[in-house]
C-alpha cells in the first residue's frame, strides 16, 4: 500500500472512531504477571512530529484489598502499574517510564471486600509522528511486582514549600516562605542566573486591598509572594515534579490565591497556573497576573505573537517587533508599552540578542468568572505591560489596573476610579514558560512552534 494511501486509511479510520475500530482486537500479552491491561491510543492531527509530548491519562482498575489496609492502596497501585509501548509491525513491547498519582479509592463491594474500584492517573512521555498514531499498554494486576525505578534527568531536593528543582535545561529554586519560583538557573548560552533584586523571581497573582476606612488608613498591595508557609500539595515522580499552594492572604480577608507549577523532565518549558477569588465584595485599583520580574539588564528586546498598533510599518508578519527599546543603550524606563499589548496575547517574550538568554509566556487559559454566580468577574484596563521599576524589568497582565494617586484625588475621584470587586469574583489562568537560547536567525521560533504545539493537544483514549 501507498503511503498516502495508508494515511488517507488511517485518517478516515479516526474520523469513523479510531478506538472503536480499535478496541475489538484482543490486547496482546507483555508480561503474564501483569494479568490486566489497558489500550491507550495516541493519535497526533495536527500535522507536528511530537518529541518527549507529556501524556496525562486517567484510569480506573481494582486492586485487592481489605477495610484493614486500604490506606495501602496508593502503594500498591504505584508498584503495580506499567506503561508499555507497543509496536504492532515487529510485535515488539517497550517498557517506559511512568508516574501515577492522585489515587482516589472506591468503596469495598459489601459481598466481595478484596476488589476495591480505584481511580488514578498516570502520565508519561510519547515520541509520535505527524498523523500517526501510537499504541500503548497500561498493564495492571501483578500484586507482587516491585517498585519501578526509572532512571529520569528531573531532580528535586527541598521540603515543604523551599525545593532546587533540575533538569537538563534549567535549575530552578523555590522561596523557603512563599514557595515562588525565587531563582532561576539556564544551563545554556552564558547560563546565567536570574532573579530580581527586590523580592521573588515570580511575584503574582497580586490584588490592592482597600481597608474599610480608606483613605484615611492606605490600600496595601499582596501578592503570592506574601505567602507564608502556604498549605500545599506536592507531586514528585520520574516524569513531573508540582506543587500547589493555596492561601487566604495573611492579615486580611479579602483575597484568596493558589499558584500551582509543573516541572517536567527533560523539557525546556515548565506550567504556571493561578487563581484569585475575592471572598467579599470589595472594591479595588488594581488586580494583576503572570508577572517575571527579572534583573534591569537581563534581557534587550521583546517581541510576541500577535500584531499589535505599536509595530512598525516595516515590521511584517504576525509576530511582533524585536526593536522595542530602540537601540541597545536607551531605555524609556517605567511603563515602556503602556497598553499597548492585548491582555491575552498569545504569546510574549523577553530576549537578551547578546548573550542568547530568552523567557516566554505562552498564554494558554484564561477565564474570569464568578465562581458564586457565573457572571463575568469584572476587568477595567486589561492590557499587557513591559515595565522597569526599582531595578527590576517584567512583564506583567493588569485584570483592572485603574490611576491610584489618591492622595492627590478628591473623594469623588476616588470612588470613581475604584472598582467594584464583587464577592466570588475569580480570575484564573494558566501559562507555559519557555526557557529558550535566542539566535538571531531563529529569533522567537522556538516560542511560535511551542505555541502551536500546546495548543494542538494530541488525541488520546484509553479503551478498557
Not at 510485535?91 to 476488589?115: H, L, M, W
Not at 475604584?418 to 519557555?434: D, M, Q
Request: charged fraction near 25%; include cysteine.
Amino acid at each position: 500500500m501507498k503511503k498516502n494511501t495508508f494515511r488517507a486509511v488511517i485518517m478516515a479510520l479516526s474520523a469513523a472512531g479510531l478506538a472503536g475500530a480499535l478496541s475489538a482486537q484482543t490486547n496482546p500479552t507483555w508480561n503474564p504477571a501483569w494479568k490486566h491491561s489497558q489500550k491507550v491510543l495516541v493519535q497526533e492531527t495536527a500535522g507536528i512530529d511530537r518529541t518527549r509530548e507529556p501524556v496525562d491519562i486517567e484510569i480506573q482498575l481494582t486492586e485487592q484489598a481489605t477495610k484493614k489496609n486500604l490506606t495501602a492502596i496508593p502503594d500498591l497501585v504505584k508498584r503495580d502499574v506499567r506503561v508499555v509501548r507497543y509496536s504492532p509491525v515487529d510485535k515488539i513491547f517497550t517498557e517506559i517510564p511512568c508516574q501515577v498519582y492522585d489515587i482516589r479509592n472506591g468503596k469495598i463491594a459489601p459481598k466481595d471486600s478484596a476488589n476495591v474500584p480505584v481511580r488514578a492517573r498516570i502520565a508519561f512521555f510519547t515520541d509520535v509522528k505527524a498523523y500517526t498514531t501510537e499504541t500503548y499498554y497500561v498493564c495492571h494486576g501483578n500484586p507482587d511486582a516491585p517498585a519501578p525505578r526509572y532512571q529520569s534527568p528531573l531532580s528535586v531536593k527541598g521540603e515543604r514549600v523551599k525545593y532546587t528543582i533540575d533538569n537538563s535545561h534549567y535549575r530552578i529554586l523555590t522561596e523557603e516562605k512563599s514557595g515562588q519560583i525565587d531563582q532561576i538557573d539556564l544551563k545554556f548560552s552564558s547560563k546565567a542566573s536570574l532573579r530580581f533584586k527586590f523580592g521573588t523571581l515570580h511575584w503574582n497573582p497580586d490584588f490592592i486591598v482597600i481597608p474599610e476606612n480608606f483613605p484615611k488608613d492606605g490600600y496595601t498591595w499582596f501578592y503570592a509572594h506574601h505567602f507564608v508557609d502556604p498549605p500545599h500539595e506536592v507531586e514528585s515522580g520520574p516524569i513531573f515534579f508540582s506543587i500547589k499552594r493555596r492561601q487566604l492572604i495573611p492579615n486580611q480577608d479579602t483575597v484568596y490565591m493558589e499558584v500551582y507549577y509543573r516541572f517536567y523532565a527533560g523539557l525546556p518549558w515548565f506550567i504556571m497556573s493561578s487563581r484569585i477569588e475575592a471572598k467579599k465584595d470589595t472594591r479595588t485599583f488594581a488586580i494583576r497576573n503572570d508577572e517575571l520580574a527579572f534583573g534591569r539588564t537581563d534581557f534587550t528586546h521583546a517581541g510576541w505573537r500577535d500584531k499589535t498598533p505599536d509595530m512598525l510599518d516595516t515590521d511584517n508578519g504576525e509576530i511582533g517587533t524585536t526593536k522595542v527599546w530602540g537601540d541597545d543603550t536607551i531605555r524609556l524606563g517605567g511603563h515602556s508599552l503602556g497598553s499597548s499589548l492585548p491582555p491575552n496575547m498569545a504569546w510574549f517574550s523577553l530576549c537578551n540578542i547578546k548573550n542568547g538568554d530568552a523567557v516566554a509566556s505562552i498564554r494558554l487559559e484564561w477565564e474570569n468568572k464568578n465562581v458564586l454566580t457565573g457572571e463575568p468577574s469584572p476587568l477595567y484596563n486589561s492590557h499587557t505591560v513591559i515595565s522597569e521599576h526599582d531595578e527590576g524589568f517584567y512583564w506583567f497582565r493588569s485584570l483592572i489596573y485603574s490611576p491610584r494617586g489618591y492622595t492627590t484625588m478628591s473623594l469623588s475621584e476616588i470612588d470613581k476610579n475604584l472598582i467594584p470587586v464583587p464577592k466570588g469574583s475569580s480570575y484564573y489562568e494558566k501559562n507555559a514558560y519557555l526557557l529558550y537560547e535566542f539566535g538571531m536567525e531563529k529569533k522567537f521560533d522556538p516560542v511560535d512552534a511551542l505555541n502551536f504545539q500546546l495548543r494542538a493537544p494530541l488525541n488520546v483514549k484509553v479503551i478498557s
